[in-house]
């Protein structure tokens, strides 16, 4: 049989390479390409249905680097040349991708490209801020560089999709993965989700530092009960598409070449088998035409769900209802063979999920190039170049959040004369990374005592560990209060490991792990000025440090810059700037706890008994959604609306006058919630619906206007339809979720 792929083939593909594309809402998605879908009918037609079956079959590379690192098994090197599959993940490397993407293209009987996979989550070999953290910089543009940074890096090593952006709302931080995402808020995290999309996959996929990006997980997988990882979520309809799904419709607008499945269920159908979910909205609703790709084995697990008994009849499920790509559960290779024999599986819809992977293969360029120019000579200049490292310290500055600051002790004098810098997180350079962190190298991480070393070179710096993350041995406590004695002021880098967030990483406690309180308290209990620097995965709950300490940065995993980032906060070289993306709570036991709640007939008041309240704990986090401090302070005033009634098809604008009344310059984030304040379902008290950056020198003053299309503040009703309700709205204009001016409007039909 002759080969599908020919050279003339490449030449019209090489002209067509740089598709038309429509510009849509925050990032550009490729326009439909008949010359491309006619290539494809090409392709499909002269394929074996083993052939076929091979294109929707992804199997990991194991960490395979080339030469020098672990050499991928023969076993898949004789399924690329066989046409057994169509993309590997987790193999790394220009020469290693060359060498297998050789053996498909020119040694297969298709010649069909492979595609080389990868959790590119926040950085490549330069890493950045973990995605939690990038979301508290509530800055679009800082999100879309460290993605175009990343997606650069991981191309120049063979790289072609990552399995990101991780757009999963998550609202109880017992879940380890919500390190992974931007947070609990809908438009927030839609926001990022745009931004991320448009950095990996930049203006043109075929652009060679361009890398296909992948929406997940699909869906609702942060809505797991107890925040234990893949554990159920029963939501309402209502809930999942107005809470849950439209971050991943941002990231499909942005032009998102691929979704990914999610492990758990909703409503007792898992993602991975659910025709509503992968069919009826993905491609029915919102017209999404690039392919889903399972995650790991969730398609096998659908027995263990108790949805399928066998593989046969999980595969026969998952591809029916629209999942086009297994990732390892080998139920795709072993059984759609047979299921398409028997009927079970029309022709048809195999050829559809085959036509899905090549349209993104064609729009990645990979028939035009299947190399992608990609050589070690690239991949040498891109890794970790110096524009790369600064751009890292540049996003990692504005991830952190200020979150007290009593008496002005920071910005830090840089004349300041002993530094004792202490804690297990303050001379570490694993856990700054966080979760995710791909194949870095961490030896080259700036840590924390390294950083204030470097701002502060005349400066006496001690260092002790003081205890260990976590474990019960206290025995170095008193040595590092010996070293706390010494010092002027004090840094003390408390937090969670990088492997106490991320994927199967759910804790009960939110507490600082071990015996690191009793360090706090020690070393608080020399009555030295004390900077509690938090490195975290997620909200903490910190009651006691925060009665007791004078100081707390929330510093998150700020990845390779990290002690540079902080050291320009601490000792004001750049005013801090972020914002929460997620509540903190007092104590464990509030959680869930989210600003965008419901009222409930009884709202929480701690002044009366008969409301939703508990009786141990005051029912508001301990800083809000949207919280956080700078070197200066604003004053809001004036809150006005253009008009106090506003027809459902108009925008509405509001303006308040901002001041900067401290002696510092400082950016404020100005952020705008509404209120729908009687609807046909109840609505939260508060959604957050627009926000604004603004940098003020001391004194200025300027004027705020934020808009929002009345569309925006529709809401799915109990017939499943989407619509703005008209009758009065409450707007909050201020600094976080829990204060602002407020003022309302009517809307009107
Ligand atoms: C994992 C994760 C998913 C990741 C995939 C490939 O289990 O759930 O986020 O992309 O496997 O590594």
Redesign the pocket.
């Known amino acids: 049989m002759k080969p599908i792929f020919s050279a003339s083939l490449a030449l019209l593909l090489i002209l067509n390479s740089n598709l038309s594309l429509t510009q849509t809402a925050g990032g550009v998605k490729p326009a439909h390409s008949p010359d491309i879908e006619h290539s494809i009918d090409s392709i499909i037609a002269g394929l074996t249905l083993q052939e076929k079956i091979g294109q929707l079959v992804q199997y990991?590379g194991g960490w395979s680097t080339g030469p020098t690192g672990r050499r991928i098994n023969d076993e898949k090197r004789t399924l690329i040349k066989e046409g057994k599959t169509g993309s590997l993940?987790?193999v790394i490397g220009s020469s290693v991708t060359h060498e297998l993407q050789k053996i498909a293209v020119e040694e297969s009987r298709a010649k069909i490209p492979l595609l080389f996979?990868?959790?590119v989550i926040h950085g490549f070999k330069t890493t950045f801020p973990i995605p939690l953290a990038e979301a508290a910089t509530w800055d679009a543009e800082a999100v879309e560089l460290s993605a175009r940074v990343s997606a650069a890096e991981a191309a120049s090593s063979g790289i072609h999709w990552t399995?990101?952006p991780?757009v999963d709302i998550a609202r109880d931080p017992r879940w380890g993965?919500i390190a992974?995402g931007s947070g609990e808020d809908t438009y927030l995290g839609s926001v990022m989700a745009a931004a991320r999309v448009r950095g990996f996959q930049g203006r043109n996929l075929s652009d060679p530092t361009a890398i296909m990006a992948?929406a997940?997980?699909y869906a609702a997988y942060g809505g797991a009960e107890g925040g234990r990882d893949y554990n159920t979520v029963d939501i309402s309809e209502q809930t999942l598409r107005d809470v849950y799904l439209p971050p991943f419709k941002a990231a499909l607008d942005a032009g998102a070449g691929t979704f990914?499945a999610?492990?758990n269920e909703i409503n007792g159908v898992p993602s991975s088998g659910s025709h509503f979910l992968l069919t009826t909205i993905l491609r029915d609703e919102w017209g999404f035409d690039g392919f889903v790709v399972s995650?790991?084995?969730s398609i096998g697990e659908l027995i263990p769900h108790g949805y399928a008994g066998t593989p046969a009849r999980a595969a026969e499920l998952a591809i029916n209802a629209g999942l086009d790509m297994d990732?390892e559960s080998r139920c795709y290779r072993d059984n759609l063979e047979s299921l398409v024999t028997q009927g079970k599986v029309r022709a048809a819809t195999l050829d559809s999920a085959v036509r899905r992977i090549l349209r993104m293969k064609f729009r990645l360029g990979l028939f035009a190039d299947p190399y992608r120019a990609c050589t070690p000579e690239r991949e040498a200049k891109t890794l970790r170049s110096a524009a790369n490292i600064e751009a890292a310290r540049n996003v990692a500055r504005k991830a952190i959040v200020l979150l007290k600051n009593e008496h002005s002790l920071l910005p830090l004098s840089k004349n300041v004369k002993t530094i004792a810098v202490i804690g297990p997180l303050a001379n570490n350079h694993r856990d700054p990374v966080g979760t995710?962190a791909g194949p870095t190298d961490t030896n080259n991480v700036v840590t924390l005592l390294d950083g204030v070393r470097a701002a502060v070179p005349a400066s006496r710096v001690l260092f002790a560990p003081g205890c260990a993350i976590d474990g019960t041995d206290t025995a170095g406590i008193s040595a590092a209060v010996g070293v706390a004695r010494q010092a002027d002021v004090i840094l003390l880098a408390a937090g969670e490991s990088e492997d106490m967030s991320g994927?199967a990483r759910s804790r009960s406690s939110l507490e600082l792990p071990g015996r690191q309180a009793d360090l706090v308290q020690a070393v608080h209990a020399t009555g030295k000025p004390v900077v509690l620097v938090l490195m975290n995965g997620r909200p903490l709950a910190l009651s006691r440090e925060a009665a007791n300490l004078p100081a707390i940065l929330e510093t998150w995993f700020l990845g390779h810059e990290t002690g540079h980032a902080i050291a320009d906060v601490l000792f004001g070289s750049y005013a801090p700037s972020g914002r929460l993306p997620a509540s903190f709570p007092r104590v464990t036991g509030q959680v869930p706890i989210y600003y965008n709640h419901k009222n409930t007939g009884r709202p929480a008041d701690d002044s009366v008994h008969f409301t939703s309240r508990y009786l141990d704990v005051p029912s508001t986090p301990l800083y809000p959604f949207g919280f956080g401090l700078t070197y200066t302070s604003f004053a809001y005033a004036d809150l006005a609306i253009a008009s106090p009634r506003v027809k459902a098809t108009d925008s509405v604008s509001v303006r308040i006058t901002l001041k900067n009344t401290g002696s510092r310059g400082g950016e404020e984030v100005v952020q705008l919630y509404v209120r729908d304040e009687v609807g046909s379902l109840t609505r939260p008290v508060r959604e957050l619906k627009a926000y604004r950056r603004v940098r003020l020198e001391p004194g200025q003053t300027t004027s705020v206007t934020l808009s929002i299309p009345a569309t925006d503040l529709a809401f799915t009703g109990v017939d499943m339809r989407r619509r703005v309700e008209p009758g009065m709205f409450t707007v909050y204009v201020g600094p976080n979720a829990g204060e602002g001016l407020v003022g309302r409007f009517e809307v009107f039909e």
């Open positions: 990991s993940l987790n996979g990868l959790d399995f990101a991780m993965r992974e992948c997940k997980h990914m999610s492990f995650d790991w084995n990732m995710w994927e």
